[in-house]
Structures are given as structure tokens and as C-alpha cells.
């Protein structure tokens, strides 16, 4: 019997391809609300993530409203930037 990945999982053997977040990001110190509802990135790293507010250097962003029992962390290359982010499984399309 084959065994489910969980999301983390997922992410991880994503590394390097395209997802898209269908939700607006909020940046941490003093930036807020990204005002755009989809992005498409590319997974550059991912670690299973834990629901503490981040130190502003370690962490750039979070996906809005994120559900802290499935959060990730996960290296994404946004707008050419890469930047940690929080993300759950329910706002990721894999493209």
C-alpha cells in the first residue's frame, strides 16, 4: 500500500518547478498587504514550518489569513526576489 505525501512533501519534490498562490501575501516590517490574489513562483526550498512570528530577517512574508496547522515554509522566487514564506496546501496550485 502506497503511502500519501503530505503537503510538505509535495513541495519538497516541486523544488525548482512553477506553483501559484491563489491568495495576497503580507509582508512583514511594515510593507502589509500585497493586494495581488495569484502569483506564480518557483520553489527554490521548503521546511516544514512553525506557526511563531518570524524574525523579520528569517521570514519576508506569510500568504494571508494561513492555517497554522498546515503552514510550510517554503523559499519561493518571487518577482525574481527569493523570499520565505508561509503557505498551506489549500491556496497552492502545482503548475
Do not use: N
Not at 44 to 72: F, M
Amino acid at each position: 500500500m502506497r503511502r500519501t505525501q503530505t503537503f510538505s512533501e509535495r513541495l519538497q519534490s516541486h523544488k525548482h518547478r512553477l506553483i501559484r498562490l491563489h491568495r495576497e501575501l503580507y509582508w512583514f516590517g511594515g510593507r502589509g498587504r500585497d493586494d495581488r490574489h495569484e502569483q506564480t513562483c518557483i520553489i527554490l526550498d521548503v521546511r516544514h514550518g512553525k506557526c511563531d512570528v518570524p524574525h523579520p530577517c528569517a521570514y519576508q512574508t506569510t500568504v494571508l489569513r494561513a492555517d497554522c496547522g498546515a503552514t510550510v515554509d517554503a523559499l519561493l522566487l518571487i518577482d525574481g526576489v527569493p523570499h520565505w514564506v508561509w503557505i498551506t496546501e489549500s491556496y497552492v496550485e502545482f503548475l
